[in-house]
T-cell receptor
Framework: AQSVSQHNHHVILSEAASLELGCNYS??????LFWYVQYPGQHLQLLLK??????LVKGIKGFEAEFIKSKFSFNLRKPSVQWSDTAEYFC????????????FGTGTRLKVLA | NAGVMQNPRHLVRRRGQEARLRCSPV?????VYWYRQLPEEGLKFMVY????????ESGMPKERFSAEFPKEGPSILRIQQVVRGDSAAYFC???????????FGPGTRLTVL
């Protein structure tokens, strides 16, 4: 069965610090990968996604993620965080095999200190 | 993704009552997902629907829960005889088929007293 692990449940950073949030999945086949963000009081929004091609994906608000197939990872990065990046971040996987299920990780709560 | 509407945003029910959650997808989208989010947990897939058709309901509890997406009108997630353990945030997502991207609604927070 597919699963998604986000190892960091809570992360606290100061503004301008660099960010990397881990995401690992378990599925041997082709996958589609997503990062969603949920700002306080708001609904989930898509940050970026990977289907195929360049494994380094750039998303909105300066975020990027790198798909490393050999490590089953899709880590999210941002070189310099801002206070407004305080939110919860979810990694999600969809097996590209006709299944319709999207499996979400448990989320990482990021707090950026001004 | 502001096009995905869910109502009500907050719903309070007593044990044994019925809860009806509604989701209107982005205009033109004909696929809807329902997820449940418990405190400190991620989103758990419940059901995937196409208009007038349930595609995958493997995440739905076997009893008391049902979902539909009629030809006209919103998708409905129905929980009969609610129990305290049903208290959670329920999110609906509308699928843009051409890009395989889900757009989420604001969620309905169900509280069972």
């Amino acid at each position: 069965a597919q699963s998604v692990s986000q190892h960091n449940h809570h992360v606290i950073l100061s503004e301008a610090a660099s960010l990397e949030l881990g995401c690992n999945y378990s599925y041997g086949g082709t996958v589609n990968l997503f990062w969603y963000v949920q700002y306080p009081g708001q609904h989930l929004q898509l940050l970026l996604k990977y289907f195929s091609g360049d494994p380094l994906v750039k998303g909105i608000k300066g975020f990027e993620a790198e798909f490393i197939k050999s490590k089953f990872s899709f880590n999210l990065r941002k070189p310099s965080v801002q206070w407004s990046d305080t939110a919860e971040y979810f990694c999600a996987v969809n097996a590209d095999s006709g299944t319709y299920k999207y499996i979400f990780g448990t989320g990482t709560r990021l707090k950026v200190l001004a | 993704n502001a096009g995905v509407m869910q109502n009500p945003r907050h719903l309070v029910r007593r044990r044994g009552q019925e809860a009806r959650l509604r989701c209107s997808p982005v205009k033109g989208h004909s696929h809807v997902y329902w997820y449940r989010q418990l405190p400190e947990e991620g989103l758990k897939f419940m059901v995937y629907l196409q208009k007038e058709n349930i595609i995958d309901e493997s995440g739905m509890p076997k009893e008391r829960f049902s979902a539909e997406f009629p030809k006209e009108g919103p998708s409905i997630l129905r929980i009969q005889q609610v129990v305290r353990g049903d208290s959670a945030a329920y999110f609906c997502a509308s699928l843009e088929s051409t890009t395989d991207t889900q757009y989420f609604g604001p969620g309905t927070r169900l509280t069972v007293l």
